[in-house]
Nanobody
């Protein structure tokens, strides 16, 4: 059974940092890209970042480029999202998801399993 479990969310002041974790199980970790998405109240889900371990590639949305860093620990089957210089507009529920493919993509249709989400709140 595929499982994705996020952790690490919380409340932080603007300019602060958080590190989100996504613990994956039930599939061969290296064979599929993992992405981070977020959804703020009243807004559509948007792609934040993704990583392809097979191709050694990463992708970042323009809104987080230079502030967020995605990485993976293959031994632990865990993907991390280090979020620095957080802004109030980063407030959202953050989800990790497993792609159907190994290449990095931010197209939600390519993702078939999703975690339950973790809340990130950035106060001004």
């Amino acid at each position: 059974e595929v499982q994705l479990v996020e952790s690490g969310g919380g409340l932080v002041q603007a300019g602060g940092s958080l590190r989100l974790s996504c613990a994956a199980s039930g599939f061969t970790f290296d064979d599929y890209a993992i992405g981070w998405f977020r959804q703020a109240p009243g807004k559509e889900r948007e792609g934040v970042s993704c990583i392809s371990r097979r191709f050694g590639s990463t992708y970042y949305a323009d809104s987080v480029k230079g502030r967020f860093t995605i990485s993976s620990d293959n031994a632990e089957n865990t993907v991390y999202l280090q979020m620095n210089s957080l802004k109030p507009e980063d407030t959202a529920v953050y989800y990790c998801a497993k792609a159907r493919i190994s290449g990095a993509t931010m197209t939600p249709a390519y993702y078939d399993y999703w975690g339950q989400g973790t809340q990130v709140t950035v106060s001004s």
